[in-house]
């Protein structure tokens, strides 16, 4: 085991996951604590940002937007895992360096990740104009994929068992708040700034066309040919086996994939494995009152 990683692992032995709350939203105290350093984050010009809520794809994307950027070099995309080339920017994972201090001390052109809702985004991008590309994957899978999440995450709370995360899950008690407000947030919020809006669905059903959308806002042009080769380097058996992607290099003690692997099932409709009848109901209640209106429509089969 390398130095850092015993760092970490002599870290974990105490630590106690507790969770605080900026502007009513639950983050891990690790961030609250230096929520002025995030809040002032300074975005430059030719920053790209990937914003999710958790669990939507955002690993998937990211891979697939930075082997765009590098015109289909599958070698140069292995330079570093995933969690090191796009800094988190709101994370702030004791022993280690926060996402912020990571991301300042990058060159640009930089490649940066939030999981912040709109309103608590650091002002600076809107100031400086930056490019985000947001992927919104439909709230029952996500529930599930987050469910496993907190397991296997020693940096997350319990999640309890299944019907209490499902209610924990559904009135937006969980780390980044309510999946209903930060998916209408952001889609209201393409209206004024640079945003482009995908679904991770529309991305399992046809990758091709929605890279299409990503080389436009990218302002990218390349071949059939290298589009292909990513799609297959990105495909979830190719992402689960690499690496790079697989989050394997993160220490057990902070990533238990015993528990569940970071890279699951990455499919469209697991929740139909999870949610019970009932529950199904009070779901589908509860998001046609918070959805209908908003322009805003989810599949959750495809
Ligand atoms: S995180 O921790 O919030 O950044 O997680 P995130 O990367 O957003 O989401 C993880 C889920 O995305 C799935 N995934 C994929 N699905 C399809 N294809 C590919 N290549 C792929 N890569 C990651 C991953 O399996 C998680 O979903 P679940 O449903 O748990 O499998």
């Not at 985004?121 to 104009?129: A, R």
């Not at 469910?147 to 709370?157: A, C, E, R, T, V």
């Not at 995908?198 to 991305?203: A, H, Q, R």
């Not at 290099?249 to 019970?276: C, T, Y």
Request: aromatic share 12%; hydrophobic share 40%; net charge negative.
């Amino acid at each position: 085991m390398d130095e850092e990683s015993q760092k970490i692992v002599e870290f974990m032995k105490d630590i106690e996951v507790k969770m605080g709350q900026v502007e009513g939203i639950p983050f891990p105290e690790s961030t609250c604590e230096i929520w002025d350093q995030i809040h002032n984050f300074q975005a430059r010009e030719d920053d790209i940002l990937i914003a999710t809520y958790p669990k939507a794809g955002t690993t998937w994307v990211q891979e697939i937007m930075d082997l765009i950027l590098l015109e289909g070099d599958v070698e140069k995309s292995m330079r570093a895992p995933s969690f090191v080339k796009v800094p988190f920017i709101e994370i702030n994972p004791k022993p280690r360096k926060s996402g912020v201090d990571n991301a300042n001390a990058m060159e640009s052109p930089r490649f940066l990740k939030t999981h912040l809702p709109i309103q608590l985004l650091p002002p600076s991008f809107w100031d400086k104009n930056v490019r985000v590309v947001y992927v919104a994957r439909n709230a029952k899978d996500c529930m599930v994929s987050y469910f496993y999440f907190h397991q296997m995450n020693k940096g997350l709370p319990d999640p309890g068992t299944w019907d209490e995360y499902f209610s924990k899950f559904l009135a937006g008690d969980v780390p980044w708040g309510s999946w209903f407000d930060h998916v209408i947030g952001w889609w209201k919020a393409k209206e004024k700034h640079q945003i482009l809006y995908i679904f991770y669905e529309d991305l399992i059903e046809d990758p091709i066309r929605e890279y299409r959308k990503l080389l436009k806002f990218l302002r990218k042009h390349l071949s059939d040919e290298v589009l292909e080769k990513i799609r297959h380097h990105t495909s979830f058996q190719a992402m689960k086996e690499n690496p790079m992607t697989n989050y394997s290099v993160v220490p057990a003690v902070v990533l238990d994939q015993s528990i569940s692997p970071f890279m699951r099932k990455g499919e469209v409709g697991d929740w139909k494995n999870h949610f019970l009848v009932a529950q199904n109901i009070v779901f589908d209640e509860e998001y046609k009152k918070r959805i209908e209106g908003s322009g805003l429509s989810f599949r959750t089969q495809l």
